[in-house]
């Protein structure tokens, strides 16, 4: 059974999508049966592309809206919007710091 | 009908002889090469997966040694390789152009929407994509020549960087229009004991793929469609040399002085293992600019962990003697816009790339007993500096890596020589380079044939030599010589009976080295 979904969140602050956090997104949105879109600033990238996805060039703390059709589309969504909310506090991972690209703060 | 037969002279680069159908080859992926350059977007598809695979074989080498930040960037340049938006655009472009170039061009697309942000750190993820094109069109020109239609390759010319493609495959000569006898590509051949000839000029571009060729690399001559006569004259002389060969056999065995250590010089896995196979003491030398001679950014830290991870897992457990990066001079990448310097001093105007190199090779050399060669060093202020930042290196890698490499002065020109009492203070092992010593001290270009490794011979670059060994000496150090020369067996007779304690030479060079060096006591009139 196919179902669309629609939900706003924000990327914390100090967390721009780079290559990692990008990453994370892409392995949860691969793990569901569903179409999976990102959307921001009127651009949108399916969030199974690290490269759209990077392409988006979202800074920290902007809204985003992640979109999915497809028969697990709600779990696909709840999924992707805790990674996001999950890039902030995720141990041993980024933190409040602004990150680079490897996932370290930048200033050490 | 048969076409009629064509004799072609040019340079002899390597010897050997080879007896084949030829495969055409284009250095250029947008050019379709030959007839047999064909492929589909499949092919192209699965050259992308082998990248994001060779990305995940070398993040799961990196996490077995416990370096999982590290790991993780190569993960994220994995899913780079895996996109499904790269991989619907090379699709859609390989319909009308060779798969390798419909890879370049679709990564070229995404990296370029990353560069356009203007925001620093996605323009080096930009430079990322672009190196998965590359890599993944390399792979698909290795593909092909892993299938050849010939044995024995056929090009205008071979980039530096195109070296790294023909290595391993089943190609068994090299015939070139152009080229030089010093290039790179030449000295890979001779490494592996390829026949190559070089600048055969245009009417060797006239062949097609499937053409017989007849390749004598001694010679610098090669034939196409030779007729029957010539082929059965060609497999006689080959016959004849072949035994000529067997019947030099061992001179003795009398040893005095001291036998030198004798290691092997590689750019790439094959060469690795011919030289191990051969009874190399491990390596003397590892180039490790060449697969970067097309790079369009300095290599990252991952990129250098991806191109030295499978090269030093090779070494275990043997010495491996890493160069830094050699750029200028001959060597120039697209990333350095006419560099007034080279060498070390190249590498000291961008201390954090040095650093990003230093700490790949240190976590990939872990249980290898690894040492490090600062090319073109003149000054000892050059090898400090060097030996600083590579402990700020070592301290960043963390205690995983806490043995300290001993470090090592490539000695290449006369500059060198003038201040080696310096140098040998703060160096704890020298080596030579003759291929650029000897073209500086006769006053000869690098790539001009007059400056071929006998030119070693010489007695004002003995003299240099000599000078090196005194000092090195004094100051009980290891002094090595890895250029070409070393390869000569009377040179190499030569700088053995002066006290130089370690040779280096190419893996296919080794049994006559070893054979030469053996008899290294034996007096001339004995001979």
Sequence with gaps: MSSSVERTTQLPPGVPLHARPAGRIVREASRHDATVTITFDGDSASARSILELLALGAEGGVELVVSASGSEAAGAVDGVIDVIAGLAAAPGGPGQAPVDDSGEPADQ | MPASERVLRGIPAAGGRAEGAITVWSSDASVPAGSGSGGTADDALEALRQVGEEFAAAADHLRSLGWREEAAVLDTNRLMADDPTLAARTSALAVDRPPAAAVVEACEEQASKLADLRNPMLAARADDVRQIGRRAAKLLTRQRLAAPTGSILVAAELGPADVVDFVGTSIRGIALAGGSLTSHAAIVARGLGLPMVVALGDDLMTATDGDRMLLDGGAGVAVLHPAERTRTKFRQRGAATASGERSTSPRGT???????????????????EAGLAAGAAGVGLLRTEIPFLDATSWPSEATSTLALA??????????????LFDFGGDKVPPFLTDPADRGVGLLLEHPDECSAQLRAILRCGLGSTLRLLVPMVETAQQL??????????????????????????????????????????????????????????????????????????????????????????????????????????????????????????APSRLAAIREAVRSNAQPELAR
């Design chain 2, 254 to 272: 009398a040893i005095d002085v001291e036998a030198p250590t004798l290691r092997c010089n590689a750019s790439t896995l094959a060469e690795i």
């Design chain 2, 310 to 323: 499978p090269l030093l897992i090779a070494l275990r457990g043997h010495t491996a003697t890493v160069r």
């Design chain 2, 384 to 505: 400090a500096t060097v030996r600083d930042v590579l402990a700020a290196a070592i301290e960043e890698c963390g205690p995983a890596v806490a043995s300290q490499p001993r470090l090592g002065a490539m000695i290449e020109s006369p500059d060198a020589v003038s201040h080696i009492d310096e140098i040998v203070t703060v160096a704890d092992f020298v080596s030579i380079g003759t291929n650029d010593l000897v073209a500086s001290t006769l006053g000869i270009a690098r790539g001009d044939p007059a400056s071929s490794a006998a030119a070693a011979a010489d007695p004002a670059v003995i003299g240099q030599v000599a000078r090196v060994v005194e000092a090195a000496r004094k100051a009980s150090i290891g002094v090595a010589v890895c250029g070409e020369a070393a390869a000569i067996p009377d040179i190499a007779r030569t700088l053995v009976g002066l006290g130089v304690t370690e040779l280096s030479v």
